[in-house]
Structures are given as structure tokens and as C-alpha cells.
């Protein structure tokens, strides 16, 4: 079975402490793996997707990696304005659906 | 403005009382979806569809339908409510028949079924 999960639930950080953002899955031939940012009360807001292990793409304070069994996504130096929930998904070669993992909450500290 | 919308954004109801959500999006995309958001349980996709008058079932299907007669529209309809289906949803839309584009999400329906 399609799975995600994400670890940890909650992060808390301070402002400038770097950190990792882990999502690990389980899918029968991986199509693509995405990162999505979610701010209270609103929808997700995408940030990356990555196709293959060994992939990364980067995007201000953010850094997405992808093994064959997890992503990463670093915050190198966060800033409050990072504070928000991170979401995973994949989305299987044997369709069309989509998994999202629970999220990992992040909190940064002025 | 590129969006996708949804109606109603707030919607208290009873239980047994069919009600609809609509959503529709100006980007001319293909692929779009709705999920359901629950504590512990995060996303969830309930039915997804590639074009038009082509759609399936995602993870959590049972309790809704959808239809897909035009490429901007895809209501969500509960026929029967139950409080088990209070949730917030969010329907998204992507440019690729396959959705393997980033989705545009909603900004979601909280429904409370009583």
C-alpha cells in the first residue's frame, strides 16, 4: 500500500537554526514527490516536486532532496515568516492519485 | 488572477440533507481533485479527474459524487451528509491531464454536519 510519513509532527526553532524536514514512502514506483507549504486557515501552496533519487531544487531558505526511500527538506537559517505546516505527497506510476503524509508543523522563534 | 474557487467557504447542515460544493478554476487546467482535511489524518484525495467526463475514486470515495461536464467546474455532492464527513475540504486543480504539475489549492470548505 501508498504510504507517507512525516517526521517530526512539530518543530520548534529558533530564528537562524537550521534544520531537516523528514518524509519517508512507500510507493509502487515513485512518479513524483512534493512539498507543500500550509498556512493556518488556508489551502496548500506548492514548493517543489522532485522525480528521481539524487534530485534537489532549492528555493530561497528551502532545499528538497530525494533518496529512494525519503526526501529532506532543509531550512537553513528560518526566518518567523517559515512558520507554517510542511505536507509530502507522492504520486504513484500505477496512477493518477495522489498521498499526502500529515505534515510536519514548524514553528520559528524570533 | 489565476485561482480556484470554492463555494461555500462555511456551511453548517444536518444530517440526510444533500448538499453541494462547487469549485472552479480560470487556469484551463485538466486534472482536479478534492481532498478532505482531518486532524491526525492529513490530506485525503476523495476523487480526482483527468478532463473532462473522466473521473475516479482516490482514497476516500464513499458518502460523495462528482461530475466533470465542463473542464473549469467540479462539484463536490454529498447526497446524504453524515457527521462523519464534517472535514474541511479543498478541491485543486493542475495543468497536466495526469497532475503531475503542481496543484492550485482552494481555499478550502469547512463543513460541520450535524
Known amino acids: 500500500e501508498d504510504q507517507v510519513t512525516q517526521s517530526p509532527e512539530a518543530l520548534r526553532l529558533q530564528e537562524g537554526e537550521s534544520s531537516s524536514l523528514n518524509c519517508s514512502y512507500t510507493v509502487s514506483g515513485l512518479r513524483g514527490l512534493f512539498w507543500y507549504r500550509q498556512d493556518p486557515g488556508k489551502g496548500p501552496e506548492f514548493l517543489f516536486t522532485l522525480y528521481s533519487a539524487g534530485e534537489e531544487k532549492e528555493k530561497e531558505r528551502l532545499k528538497a532532496t530525494l533518496t529512494k526511500k525519503e526526501s529532506f527538506l532543509h531550512i537553513t537559517a528560518p526566518k518567523p515568516e517559515d512558520s507554517a505546516t510542511y505536507l509530502c505527497a507522492v504520486q504513484a506510476h500505477t496512477g493518477n492519485q495522489f498521498y499526502f503524509g500529515t505534515g510536519t508543523s514548524l514553528t520559528v522563534i524570533p | 488572477e489565476a485561482q480556484v474557487t470554492q463555494n461555500p467557504r462555511y456551511l453548517i447542515t444536518v444530517t440526510g440533507k444533500k448538499l453541494t460544493v462547487t469549485c472552479s478554476q480560470n487556469?484551463?487546467?485538466?486534472?482536479m481533485s478534492w481532498y478532505r482535511q482531518d486532524p491526525g489524518l492529513g490530506l485525503r484525495q476523495i476523487y480526482y479527474s483527468m478532463n473532462v467526463e473522466v473521473t475516479d475514486k482516490g482514497d476516500v470515495p464513499e458518502g460523495y459524487k462528482v461530475s466533470r461536464k465542463e473542464k473549469r467546474n467540479f462539484p463536490l455532492i454529498l447526497e446524504s451528509p453524515s457527521p462523519n464527513q464534517t472535514s474541511l475540504y479543498f478541491c485543486?486543480?493542475?495543468?497536466?491531464?495526469?497532475?503531475?504539475?503542481?496543484?492550485?489549492f482552494g481555499p478550502g470548505t469547512r463543513l460541520t454536519v450535524l
Open positions: 485543486a486543480s493542475s495543468l497536466g491531464s495526469g497532475g503531475l504539475n503542481e496543484q492550485f
Open positions: 487556469m484551463n487546467h485538466e486534472y
